[in-house]
């Protein structure tokens, strides 16, 4: 017998006919005699409708106690979910009991709308599973020390089961979604995309945090932290497939590394269409310039991405960074109002219409030539590069918009990405 946590993300929770799917698939573990803590997300659409209906009463929504009823509001999405599962698991002769994360609870800290989990209490989860009951928890919500309703940010279930996973010490956490695992780059962009039967933590880190939405990068961070063995598959197979053959499909992120697998130079390419560019023209070069520039967006807790200085001329650099596009406008009234006044910066331009496109893959360490030959088919392809960033394992490209999926399918051809893996 082993402790499985199963997550259903909102397409596979989409109508009740999907949920009596999810259903039977849980009670068919359960019969294989398996103890189940199942995480669904909201049904698919409504975390967006329900926010929907805040932002018509009031656009303006980064002030902290707008955001503090923003998370009400949203959380209430997987709250219906879990009592539907509950019902469609009861309907299927099972002991079902549904938990909202402040029932369990769920601690977070109190970052509306980005709640970061700080601990999990699972003794009320261990007692009904000890009673032969299925546990169905909220994905996506958790509840602070005052007792306020969090939720973990856009596609933060799969962050609430691995955490489920890992405070429970789960045998395995199995992500169940639309694709059947974790492919080469997103196969709603590239159809040749190929799915990985197995990818490197690190690898899942940086495609994650690099904008494949697949699993939340925190999700990551969580099976990183605390060794979660974690899979992702799909939850549109015929739910009675074989139990064994479900176990080993899709794809699972390994954390010791093969010494004898020839590693892919570049396993996947991720993109983001998330981030906007802000530049300062004509700002002083002098020390502590980059801080008096990033240091006031830094307090109004906005993140900074790409960044590039370029060289200076008499006396003055150019200056440009991303930022995310919800805080762009925020961003640029900062830099205008603020920022470029302090630093005699002479102008300031923004550009919400970029993109980053980034290649990744744990050989880039051992192999030099990989950045230059993306630059080469993004020049054969026409395409201005605007910012690089590097790390050991990615290099990422900031470009206009518009071509994003040129480039991202120019890249997968070019690294190979559609051919099978020779081993
Ligand atoms: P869920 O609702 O189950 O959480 P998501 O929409 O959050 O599902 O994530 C699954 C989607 O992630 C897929 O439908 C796919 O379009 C997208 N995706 C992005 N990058 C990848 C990738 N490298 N491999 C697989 N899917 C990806
Ligand atoms: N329902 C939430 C969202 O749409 C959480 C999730 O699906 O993981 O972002
Ligand atoms: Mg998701």
New binding site residues.
């Given amino acids: 017998m082993a402790l499985i946590v199963h997550k259903y993300?909102?397409?596979?929770m989409g109508t009740t006919e999907r949920i009596r799917n999810v259903a039977k698939r849980v009670a068919k573990w359960v019969r294989a005699g398996h103890q189940l803590v199942v995480v669904p997300?909201a049904m698919?659409g409504e975390t967006n409708r329900l926010l929907g209906l805040a932002k018509e009463l009031s656009p303006e929504v980064v002030t902290p106690p707008i955001q503090r009823e923003l998370d009400a509001i949203a959380a209430t999405g997987e709250q219906v979910s879990v009592g539907l599962l509950s019902i469609a698991l009861q309907a299927e002769g099972l002991e079902a009991v549904s938990y909202s994360g402040w029932q369990v609870p769920i601690r977070t800290d109190s970052s509306y709308t980005k709640a970061r989990i700080q601990s999990i209490d699972d003794a009320r989860v261990r007692a009904d599973l000890a009673a032969g009951r299925v546990v169905v928890i909220t994905g996506f919500q958790g509840v602070d020390e005052e007792d306020n309703i969090t939720t973990l940010g856009r596609?933060g279930?799969?962050t609430s089961a691995v955490a489920v996973a890992a405070a429970m010490k789960a045998d395995e956490c199995l992500i169940y979604?639309?694709?059947d695992?974790?492919?080469?780059?997103?196969?709603?962009i590239v159809p040749e995309?190929r799915r990985m039967s197995t990818i490197s933590f690190e690898e899942m880190l940086e495609?994650a945090s690099l904008g494949?939405?697949?699993l939340q990068i925190r999700s990551v961070e969580f099976a990183g932290k605390y060794r979660v063995p974690l899979r992702v598959l799909s939850s549109f197979t015929p739910w009675d497939i074989d139990i064994n053959e479900e176990a080993k499909s899709g794809t699972l992120i390994t954390f010791e590394e093969d010494e004898n697998m020839e590693q892919a130079v570049v396993s996947?390419i991720?993109f983001n269409r998330d981030e906007a560019k802000v530049t300062l023209l004509g700002v002083p070069d002098k020390p502590g310039v980059a801080f008096q520039i990033l240091g006031p967006v830094a307090d109004a807790n906005i993140d900074i991405d790409v960044i590039i200085q370029n060289v200076s001329h008499d006396g003055r650099t150019d200056f440009s960074f991303t930022v995310h596009r919800n805080d762009y406008a925020r961003t640029m009234d900062l830099l205008k109002n603020k920022v470029a006044p302090a630093t005699g910066a002479a102008q300031v331009l923004g550009d919400p219409k970029i993109c980053k496109v980034s290649i990744v893959g744990i050989g880039m360490r051992s192999h030099v030539g990989v950045a230059s030959k993306m630059f080469q088919c993004l020049s054969e392809e026409g395409i201005n590069i605007q910012m690089i960033s590097t790390s050991e394992i990615k290099t990422s490209v900031v470009i206009d918009e518009k071509y994003m999926e040129l480039a991202v399918r120019a890249l997968h051809k070019a690294f190979d990405l559609d051919q099978p893996v020779q081993n």
Avoid: L
């Fill in positions: 993300g909102g397409t596979s997300s698919s596609g279930s799969d979604t639309d694709v695992g974790v492919y080469t780059t997103d196969p709603r995309a495609m494949s939405k697949v996947g991720a």
